[in-house]
């Protein structure tokens, strides 16, 4: 039920708002029939959220970690991480007008891995730029005007917030040789350097999404106790592969969880950052880095 709540209410707010903003005309009966189930819908959320919340503050939950907790529990995954991460893109276009970047110290070393994607997301801005223009030009209607612009500029925003999530979020090889491999706030990977075998660079071009995940397999590149491969695509190309000594658990964008033993990603110096890791690392008998 609370699946349904949580998709219904914005797509009949939605449906609802691009009605009577084009000018449809909707029967009263039709509108109030349409409101007063949004209007369940709400109350029934919030009556949810309010049981989990006063079933975590008898446990002796306090206010602000029961509120989390109870948000957990009544909000699915997809909603909280979509919602997350549409926040931390607008922290992302003002981290990257003031040329910051994020969860880089002093003795790390950022590694970029914009560059096989940089010139699409120019062009893919350049198209929705021509065509805010060329639609205020060509449509005649003011309020369907004013639809279209808004759209067309939260189009723009969020590309230039995916690159800008890009640049300010690289990978990270730490100083102690561990890694932290990113793209923006979609993904992001923690592998500690005690857990690394091997790192080398290794060029790819496997087709598909930005993450893929084959499951383990024993006579394979996987790991017969649960740890498959995890290619991170950039650009259609990943250019560092490592190997752990033990799976590491990793988050997909919407929630979902695998493990990994091998990771492929991209990173645009695969040889600075396999230099970095193999010099941070302590040598290990019978181990090839």
Same mark, same amino acid.
């Given at each position: 039920?609370?699946?349904? $709540? ?15 903003? $084009? +000018? ?41 970690? $029961? ?27 003002? !981290? ?8 880089? +110290? ?52 969020? @590309? ?11 990978? @990270? ?48 590149? +996987? ?17 560092? !592969? ?7 658990? /990793?988050? !997909? ?10 990771? !492929? /990603? ?19 008998? +019978?181990?090839?880095?």
């Amino acid at each position: 039920m609370k699946r349904v $709540a949580w998709f219904a209410v914005p797509v009949c707010e939605i449906g609802l708002i691009v009605c009577l903003l $084009a +000018g449809v005309s909707l029967p009263t009966p039709l509108l109030l029939a349409a409101e007063a189930v949004v209007l369940v819908l709400v109350v029934l959320e919030a009556l949810i959220l309010r049981r989990h919340y006063a079933a975590a503050r008898r446990s002796g939950t306090g206010r602000r970690d $029961a509120l989390v907790a109870a948000v957990r529990t009544a909000v699915p995954t997809p909603v909280r991480r979509l919602t997350a991460q549409e926040i931390r893109s607008w922290g992302n276009l003002v !981290r990257w007008a003031a040329r910051r970047t994020h969860g880089v +110290g002093a003795a790390d070393l950022p590694v970029p891995y914009t560059g096989p994607q940089t010139a699409m997301l120019y062009g893919l801005l350049s198209v929705a730029v021509v065509e805010t223009v060329a639609l205020a030009l060509l449509i005649p209607w003011p309020l369907v005007h004013l639809i279209m612009l808004v759209l067309d500029v939260y189009t723009v925003l969020m @590309v230039l917030a995916l690159h800008a999530g890009c640049v300010t979020r690289p990978h @990270v090889v730490g100083a102690d040789g561990s890694l932290r491999i990113r793209y923006g706030t979609l993904f992001d990977l923690r592998i500690p350097a005690a857990d690394i075998v091997s790192v080398r660079a290794d060029r790819r071009f496997p087709d598909g999404g930005l993450l893929q995940y084959a499951p383990a397999q024993e006579d394979g590149d +996987g790991d017969k106790d649960g740890g498959g491969v995890l290619d991170l695509v950039v650009g259609s190309q990943t250019t560092v !592969r490592v190997e752990l000594s033990a799976p590491v658990p /990793f988050v !997909r964008p919407l929630g979902a969880t695998g493990r990994a033993r091998v990771v !492929r /990603f991209h990173a645009d110096r695969p040889e600075e950052l396999v230099k970095a890791v193999r010099a941070a690392l302590p040598p290990a008998p +019978g181990v090839r880095r």
